[in-house]
């Protein structure tokens, strides 16, 4: 069965298969932390628009959040979607859907995969590039 994404993903379904469960979860962990930034920056927007609701900028950066926490959540569901292929018994979802802490990782923060310079999208959307 093929994945098709609503959004533009850095890598497809087929590509997530091929990573580690450390490398996903940790990946889930950094997209959770990004959307919950990006949540709290669009209660600030809300309140900002309420005052200037014709301020361009503003209305930009609004629409490009919603876009942008769109294509990362739809990102987290594609990592479950292979936790759950692998028989990971947390893929980070409650039964009602919403979403659990993944656990960090033991290992210290030096070990962990960092990203190289070619790894990171220059529009805000960084994250594990095949």
Not at 14 to 23: D, G, M, S, T
Not at 85 to 109: D, R, V
């Amino acid at each position: 069965m093929e994945y098709i994404p609503r959004y533009s993903q850095p890598f497809t379904l087929e590509e997530a298969r091929q990573l580690a469960v450390p490398i996903i979860t940790e990946e889930i962990a950094r997209l959770q932390n990004s959307i919950a930034h990006l949540r709290r920056t669009q209660d600030e927007l809300k309140d900002a628009l309420a005052t200037s609701p014709d301020d361009p900028d503003l209305t930009q950066a609004f629409e490009e959040n919603d876009v942008v926490i769109g294509s990362q959540n739809e990102r987290i569901s594609m990592l479950q979607m292979v936790l759950a292929e692998k028989g990971n018994a947390n893929t980070g979802t409650t039964a009602s859907g919403g979403l659990n802490p993944i656990p960090q990782p033991s290992a210290p923060p030096d070990s962990v995969h960092s990203l190289r310079r070619d790894e990171i999208d220059v529009e805000g959307n960084s994250g594990i590039y095949l």
